[in-house]
């Protein structure tokens, strides 16, 4: 397969080979109290940032830049990566932290390279000044000033990052249920 189709493959599957990830994950898990509160802690940080990042998104109309924006081209995704290590954490078992390492690798890598390419379509003048100046995934402190557009409740709402929060929530239950059943 050449590299664009296995991209293109990896970008389409990723939602449905998540969903698989979480179920082997959860079927590895061996939770205790403590990696609960793992999980929670590396849970609120990464809906935090998912949440922040979302109320500052208009998709595909204006480059964002403010908020988390500011210190990393992808929030959203680092807040993905702390999810998804609150749930190895949680899951406290070294399969489900190959599963989810090897899930993120694989099938972010494609979607980063993909959406980076579709930034450079869309915002073609913005991009390229922006992409040199603010770090891909982990963030920069170095633009700390102030955000120039405040957080929006309704781009929130717009861009359902509720789903989110309700779907981290579902699986800190299914592995306090584990933890407590098994």
């Known amino acids: 397969m050449a590299e664009g189709k296995v991209e293109r493959f990896l970008y389409r599957w990723r939602v449905r080979s998540g969903l698989v990830a979480l179920v082997l994950t959860l079927v590895f898990a061996h939770p205790t109290a403590r990696s609960l509160l793992l999980?929670?802690?590396f849970a609120l940080a990464g809906l935090g940032i998912?949440?922040?990042a979302s109320g500052h998104l208009k998709k595909d109309?204006?480059?964002?830049?403010?908020?988390?924006?500011?210190f990393t081209r992808n929030p959203l995704y680092l807040g993905n990566l702390l999810l998804g290590a609150g749930l190895a954490a949680g899951a406290w078992s070294w399969p489900a932290?190959?599963?989810?390492?090897?899930?993120?690798?694989?099938?972010?890598?494609?979607?980063?390279?993909r959406e980076r390419r579709r930034?450079?379509?869309?915002?073609?003048?913005?991009?390229?000044?922006?992409?040199r100046s603010v770090p891909l995934l982990?963030?920069?402190?170095?633009?700390?000033?102030?955000?120039?557009?405040?957080?929006?409740?309704?781009?929130?709402?717009?861009?359902?990052?509720?789903?989110?929060l309700a779907g981290t929530v579902a699986v800190g239950l299914l592995l306090l249920a584990k933890m407590l059943v098994f």
């Open 39 to 41: 999980f929670g802690a």
């Open 50 to 52: 998912r949440a922040w």
């Open 61 to 70: 109309k204006e480059l964002a830049v403010s908020g988390p924006y500011r």
């Open 97 to 113: 932290l190959v599963v989810f390492a090897v899930y993120f690798l694989l099938f972010y890598s494609a979607t980063i390279a």
């Open 119 to 131: 930034m450079k379509e869309l915002f073609p003048d913005g991009y390229a000044d922006y992409k």
């Open 138 to 164: 982990f963030p920069s402190l170095r633009r700390a000033g102030p955000s120039p557009v405040r957080f929006s409740g309704r781009l929130y709402v717009m861009n359902r990052e509720y789903r989110a």
